[in-house]
């Protein structure tokens, strides 16, 4: 197998684990090129990904067909004559680039009207009895592998900064006077919803305590553009806002990475920066509210989870159904400095 192509997931978080799978593919294929078919969005992760040849990036648009884009792709991507595709979401639209580009091994989960789009297929798991996203894009790999070939240890995702991207992160540092050994970085977004959004006036107490302990230390709040104005409150709220700093919508994902990447430890909620954060080995507390820490954990031993596993919980929901949002209101800020105090 000399070159494979990855239809890479949507979201960031889908896409830091499915490394793992790549790191896969590399030892059942040492001498294969790695591509991957990645949407703007999610791109950055693959180019920290040290197995991937090339990144194609494509402007995709959520629950758009864009059928003209996709079969002005699949014409470029034939020309590359791939002998595989691993197509990771589950999409019937997902599936359509790499048969319309006549790639031999078309390779996903069962789904969406896929019949004959996807040639080596899995059933999907079932919503109840759910594995670990990182097991569930490394199972697709077995596919294509000897039966008698020894699996990798203990899928656990892992990323790489850019040289360039850390030079970049580091210029704007020194333009706020910002020093690098000072960091905290807080995510408070959740694209899902608000379910999965610790309260702003929660992350506001953690920055006025962390700024308490240490007088140096600098908070920097990372997010997309969307979450911008909730990192405003948490400013807004907090009472040494000279201290923190609003950088949601301000870096790219590149940036945000090399960031992470130099911080001292990072507070997020269950969300793709959090599994960045992971795949950098960097210290965190992971906040989960109606999400499942069983099935999205952030892989890494130097994470900590937080999550009260009410009786309502996980509920899976994008806005409390209950209207009370106790699964995360209740997570106290004392409770998340306490558990921060701990990592090493």
């Avoid at 790191?23 to 001498?31: E, F, I, M």
């Avoid at 758009?64 to 884009?69: P, R, T, V």
């Avoid at 034939?78 to 319309?100: D, G, T």
């Amino acid at each position: 197998m000399q070159k494979i192509l990855i239809i890479a997931p949507n979201w960031i978080g889908d896409a830091v684990t499915t490394q793992p799978l790549l790191a896969n593919l590399k030892v059942l294929y040492p001498d294969s090129k790695i591509d991957v078919l990645a949407s703007n969005w999610v791109s950055p992760i693959y180019r920290a990904c040290s197995e991937v040849h090339e990144v194609i990036e494509a402007k995709f648009e959520h629950k758009k067909l864009q059928w003209s884009l996709r079969k002005q792709l699949a014409k470029e991507i034939e020309a590359k004559n791939y002998q595989a595709c691993f197509v990771l979401p589950n999409s019937f639209k997902s599936a359509l680039i790499p048969w319309l580009a006549n790639i031999p091994f078309r390779v996903g989960y069962r789904g969406e009207l896929r019949f004959g789009l996807i040639n080596l297929a899995l059933d999907n798991p079932s919503k109840i009895n759910r594995p670990k996203m990182v097991e569930h894009y490394l199972a697709l790999g077995q596919l294509l592998k000897d039966d008698n070939f020894p699996l990798p240890a203990e899928p656990i995702p892992r990323l790489h900064v850019s040289s360039s991207a850390k030079q970049s992160v580091e210029r704007k540092l020194q333009n706020n006077n910002i020093h690098p050994d000072s960091i905290y970085i807080f995510c408070p977004g959740a694209e899902y919803g608000p379910s999965k959004r610790w309260p702003t006036e929660h992350f506001a107490v953690l920055a006025q305590n962390l700024i308490t302990q240490n007088l140096n230390n600098q908070i920097i709040l990372l997010g997309s553009k969307s979450d911008h104005a909730l990192a405003q409150e948490i400013t807004s709220q907090a009472k040494q806002a000279g201290n923190i700093h609003n950088w949601c919508g301000d870096t790219s994902l590149d940036e945000a990475i090399a960031l992470i990447g130099m911080s001292k430890a990072v507070i997020s909620n269950d969300s793709g920066l959090m599994h960045v954060a992971a795949a950098l080995q960097i210290p965190q507390v992971a906040i989960f509210g109606s999400s499942d820490p069983a099935h999205t954990p952030p892989l890494s031993d130097r994470a900590k989870i937080i999550w009260l596993n009410m009786a309502c919980s996980p509920c899976h929901k994008r806005v409390c159904p209950l209207g009370h949002l106790r699964c995360l209101k209740d997570i106290l800020p004392e409770q998340v400095l306490a558990t921060l105090n701990t990592l090493k």
